[in-house]
């Protein structure tokens, strides 16, 4: 098994264990300031964004983050809505099949990045609601900030 198909794995592992079994407005309140905290901790310059695909419900912008980062993070929750997956496990499986989000599968450049940091909020037996996406870092970087409090958040 390649590196890439490993970490493909891992991300498909936690993609199926970090499910929820509600989530609501408090939730996405709670989640956000526990990502501000943890950035703010490793002085990571972040923009963190909780939205539906309709409503934003947690944004924060910390310091250092720049305004690219705000663009960067709905055009990656937006392949959370598309394909149901993280965007980094996205960003995987292309990197692994040479290819990237484009006009080959129908998506805009300017609404949609292959890149990691931003996670499904999947409720059992309902299905993907939410999207928790961090921009500023490094593509595993921006996915593992997210994990490390999801983990922490579902299984206290």
Do not use: C
């Amino acid at each position: 098994m390649s590196e890439i198909e490993e970490r493909e794995q891992k991300v498909a592992d936690e993609q199926s264990r970090l499910v929820f079994s509600r989530f609501d407005e408090e939730d996405a309140w709670d989640l956000g300031q526990r990502l501000v905290a943890r950035a703010l901790a490793h002085g990571a310059p972040v923009v963190i964004n909780i939205r539906t695909p309709n409503r934003t419900l947690f944004h924060s912008a910390l310091p250092g983050s720049a305004p690219d980062n705000d663009v960067w993070a709905r055009r990656k929750s937006n392949v959370v809505f598309h394909f149901h997956r993280s965007s980094y496990a996205v960003e995987l499986e292309h990197r692994r099949k040479g290819r990237t989000i484009g006009p080959e599968l129908g998506l805009d450049l300017k609404d949609y990045a292959d890149h990691g940091g931003s996670f499904p909020v999947r409720i059992k037996d309902v299905g993907v609601v939410a999207a928790i996406t961090v921009s500023g870092l490094a593509s595993a970087d921006d996915h593992g900030l997210i994990v490390a409090v999801l983990e922490s958040y579902l299984d206290p």
